[in-house]
């Protein structure tokens, strides 16, 4: 039974819930309320698993904070002897325009702290990122308070189709392949 690692980046905590960073917090959390299945609290982390297609998914939500998720992320992978082609995490990204996907093989970490700490525990940059497009409609100096600000209204309105989209994709990865998931998720929003 082939096994799957989908780390969902975020903030843990009321005050963070809602904000641009946790993107990967709720496309995990959709993805367990379409498989019917429940996140319980873990070491370092929330954990669900699910079984599709003759694999399993294992959904972490790490508990450590966006800038040390690494060590979550380096645990599961240990405990659960996942090797690193069947490693996705599911980030925000302030390069991408709102609501457009980038599924990549590997890759920097783009100046995003969770993945930087996700490469130095795991001494590799070759694992598969699900980047989540926020826009970067702020100022000079005003990075942080734009991902860690809730979303507008308008992009509300998408969230929902778009949380959907994520969670498909996530099944299509350890489905269809890379390849395959990248050529039909990656882009931008449609309308």
């Known amino acids: 039974m082939k096994k799957y690692l989908i780390v969902g980046l975020g903030n843990i905590g009321a005050d963070y819930e809602h904000t641009r960073h946790n993107i990967g917090f709720k ?15 873990g070491k370092l982390g929330e954990i ?8 399993t998914f294992l959904l ?21 002897k996942i090797p690193l082609e069947n490693l996705l995490v599911v980030s925000d990204d302030l390069n991408l325009e709102f609501g457009n996907f980038r ?12 993945l930087k700490d996700i490469h130095e525990k795991l001494n590799s940059q070759n694992y598969a990122r699900f980047r989540f497009g ?21 992009e ?25 998931t990248m050529n039909q ?3 931008p929003l449609e309308p």
Do not use: C
């Open 103 to 114: 599924l990549k093989a590997k890759g920097s970490a783009g100046g995003h702290n969770g």
């Open 27 to 41: 496309i995990l959390e959709e993805l367990a309320l379409l498989e019917k299945v429940s996140f319980e609290t």
């Open 60 to 80: 972490l939500k790490p508990s450590t904070y966006m800038n040390l998720s690494g060590k979550a992320v380096k645990y599961w992978m240990d405990k659960e």
């Open 156 to 180: 509300k309105r998408y969230l929902p189709e778009l949380l959907l989209k994520g969670a498909k994709l996530v099944k299509s990865f350890g489905t269809a392949g890379i390849g395959n």
């Open 185 to 187: 998720y990656n882009g």
């Open 134 to 154: 926020v826009g970067a409609d702020f100022s000079k100096g005003k990075q942080v308070n734009y991902v860690l600000g809730e979303w507008t209204r308008e």
């Open 48 to 55: 669900a698993s699910f079984r599709h297609k003759g694999r």
